[in-house]
């Protein structure tokens, strides 16, 4: 069996997985304004990033995309306190907002660091599922 063929389910079930995750992350940050929908939108962020880590890279293991995403996720929240005027444009825009968020929040990590465990876990999971 191709290497293509042996990851070809397992990308399947993380794209659906994606589909899943991305309207509930949004539909909870958008729901009302408090930090527990807060919190719970940036644990669906990083578990979204995960799946997407894991569905374009499938060969390297859940634990490797898990940790390469927190600390993206968390240079990103640091690069809130920046004030370059490329990285300000860029936040102005919906999906630069979306993407890279609004404002340096400390709270964000903790969320950050349960979403890396909750899309290792999930990702864990679908691995040892789906690849042959």
Do not use: H
């Amino acid at each position: 069996m191709s290497r293509r063929a042996q990851y070809f389910p397992y990308r399947m079930i993380l794209l659906v997985s994606i589909f899943i995750i991305l309207p509930l992350g949004y539909g909870v940050r958008f729901a009302a304004d408090t930090w527990l929908n807060d919190f719970f939108g940036s644990v669906a962020y990083e578990i979204l990033l995960i799946l997407l880590g894991a569905f374009l890279f499938p060969a390297i293991r859940p634990i490797w995309v898990a940790l390469w995403v927190c600390l993206a996720t968390c240079i990103l929240e640091g690069l809130q306190l920046w004030q370059n005027p490329l990285y300000l444009a860029a936040k102005a825009t919906f999906l630069g907002r979306l993407v890279l968020g609004n404002t340096f929040v400390w709270s964000d990590f903790p969320a950050y660091c349960v979403g890396s465990f909750a899309g290792w876990a999930w990702v864990t999971l679908l691995r040892r599922r789906w690849v042959r």
